[in-house]
Every structure is written in C-alpha cells, then in structure tokens.
T-cell receptor
C-alpha cells in the first residue's frame, strides 16, 4: 500500500538559510499535518491543511510557512533557520472523516 | 486543555516478561486514543487505537490496551516481550477526527535477554 512520502529525508543547512520540506500524502487523503520532533522529544504539532486550506495551527514559528497544493501535496517553508530548528519533521495524512493519521518517515533537518 | 502523561520515561524488561507502559490522559470530551511506536531514526507506526467501540483494543505485534474512563487511563500491555519490541512508545490523544494529535513524552522500552 502507498505510504506518505517525504523529501528530502535528510537536509543540512546553515544558520539563516532557508529550507523547503515536501510531503506527498496517501492517495485520496485530503488532510495533511506537520509535526516537529526535537532530539529526545515528543512530536509537536505545527500546522494542518484540509482541502488546500489551513485547518489548524499549532506551535509553528512565524519564520515558517506552509501550504497544500491542488494535488494535495504540502510544503513546509522554513526561513532564517536557527540551530534550534534542528529536528525531525514529520508529515502525516488522513481523510477528514477518519481519526487515523498515517505518518511519513520524516525529514531530518540539521542546522549548523 | 487536553494532555497526555506517560508514567516512566524508561521501562526495562527481560525477554518473555510482561510489558506494561502507562498512559493517562486529560480531555474535556471523550477522546480518541492511540499508541505509536518509533524505532531509531524511523517514523511513527500506529500500534493500536481506541475509538469508543470497545474498551479493550488489540493492535499489531501482540500489543493491546484497555481504555478505563474512570481512571482516565489507556495503558499498553504485551504478555511476553521480544527483543524486537525495544523502541520508543508514544501515547497520543485526538479530541476529534481531523485535529492534531497530542503526544505524551514517550517511554523508551528496553528488552534484555
């Protein structure tokens, strides 16, 4: 079965640079979620989209933005990167009428 | 506000022993509850979920969990631990379908031979 695809899997950036993470949800899933997991931490919700509209917002810094496109894939744009942004970034997808979120393998971002 | 508390950041068991990972929740409405497992440098895999259909939920890899409303608990158990069960386990809550998951801090399970 198709799973959530995230790219890139690993990314190394320097402070103050920008990064773009991509997420391709499971086919026919209409909702995408982004989570950030710092080293040794639990995943923290950043933002979600339903049918290309932002549906919920969590602890996402103002330096970050995200959107969902017509093909339902989503991108998380991160600017003015800080050392503290180093983390695993997970994307999850679901159908709005389902309570089950399927997680991708994550993108490991390292800011140096 | 909703919250999830996992008691014990580290649990160590011997192979073949009972596994018990504790999770308590706080929610103003009946929540959906989940257990996820995370192996090193990998994503989150759903073990099982509670959605009010049955209080005893069976999941993959021999795990099960029991929802106890009176205790606001959703503890994860497995009768006999296997070496391959060593991983990080997260309990999570969802207030309603389509909303963000709220995770506990996680419990690291170690299994010794």
């Amino acid at each position: 079965a198709a799973g959530v695809i995230q790219s890139p899997r690993h990314l190394i950036k320097e402070k103050r640079e920008t990064a773009t993470l991509k997420c391709y949800p499971i086919p026919r899933h209409d909702t995408v979620y982004w989570y950030q997991q710092g080293p040794g931490q639990d995943p923290q919700f950043l933002i979600s989209f339903y049918e290309k509209m932002q549906s919920d917002k969590g602890s996402i810094p103002d330096r970050f933005s995200a959107q969902q496109f017509s093909d339902y894939h989503s991108e998380l744009n991160m600017s003015s990167l800080e050392l503290g942004d180093s983390a695993l970034y997970f994307c999850a997808s679901s159908r709005l009428d389902s309570n089950e979120q399927y997680f991708g393998p994550g993108t490991r971002l390292t800011v140096t | 506000a909703q919250s999830v508390t996992q008691l014990g950041s580290h649990v160590s068991v011997s192979e073949g022993a009972l596994v018990l990972l504790r999770c308590n929740y706080s929610s103003s409405v009946p929540p959906y509850l989940f257990w996820y497992v995370q192996y090193p440098n990998q994503g989150l895999q759903l073990l099982l979920k509670y959605t009010s259909a049955a209080t005893l939920v069976k999941g993959i890899n021999g795990f099960e969990a029991e929802f106890k409303k009176s205790e606001t608990s959703f503890h994860l158990t497995k009768p006999s631990a296997h070496m391959s069960d060593a991983a990080e386990y997260f309990c999570a809550l969802e207030e309603k379908a389509g909303t963000a998951l709220i995770f506990g801090k996680g419990t690291t399970l170690s299994v010794s031979s």
